[in-house]
């Protein structure tokens, strides 16, 4: 790996976790799986834990799903006024049953905005958008399944 390279990830990894070293976050989210099952997970970050934690269900047909998000942020700046944005990559899997076990497992690419609308930045209100791509499955390997994962919350910073 060249000097120049080392230099980015360094800034960038600077960058994710300077704007967030003040604790614990917790909120709530209305998420999809390409947009044909929506649910809601429960939103969290723990101090010093450079992650982003979402647990919830998600409805399709009759067949609720258990899924669960794991993100890391790679980028987070301030966009204008009280707008910041963020790019991440991150980890997702689902467990469901309906009639036999069905299960997702991929990766996810979390793209994000966010509103602080109280001074102070207490309450963070989001939008993302997270391709995924979902490799395994009780359908066996499958290296062209996509989904798009969007999803809109808040959090409230402790």
């Known amino acids: 790996m060249n000097k120049k390279a080392i230099v980015v990830l360094l800034g960038l990894l600077t960058m994710s976790t300077a704007g967030f070293a003040k604790g614990i976050a917790i ?8 947009f044909n ?5 429960f939103v969290f970050h723990l101090p ?3 992650l982003y934690f979402g647990v919830g269900a998600t409805s399709n047909a009759g067949t609720v799903a258990i ?11 301030h966009v204008a006024s009280i707008l910041d944005g963020y ?7 689902a467990v469901a049953s309906s009639g ?3 299960f997702a497992i991929g990766a996810r690419l979390p793209l994000g905005l966010q509103i602080w609308p109280i001074k102070g930045d207490v309450l963070e209100i989001f939008l993302e ?4 791509w979902i490799p395994l499955s009780n359908a066996g390997l499958n290296a062209t399944t996509f989904e798009l994962q969007p ?3 808040f959090r409230i910073w402790f």
């Open 37 to 41: 099952s929506w649910g809601g997970r």
């Open 129 to 132: 958008v997270a391709p995924a």
């Open 48 to 50: 010093s834990v450079p």
């Open 87 to 93: 790019i991440g990559i991150g980890l997702y899997g």
């Open 151 to 153: 999803a809109i919350g």
């Open 27 to 34: 909120g709530a989210e209305a998420a999809s799986r390409g």
């Open 100 to 102: 036999n076990f069905d």
């Open 67 to 77: 899924d669960a998000t794991v993100d890391y942020w790679l980028a987070h700046g």
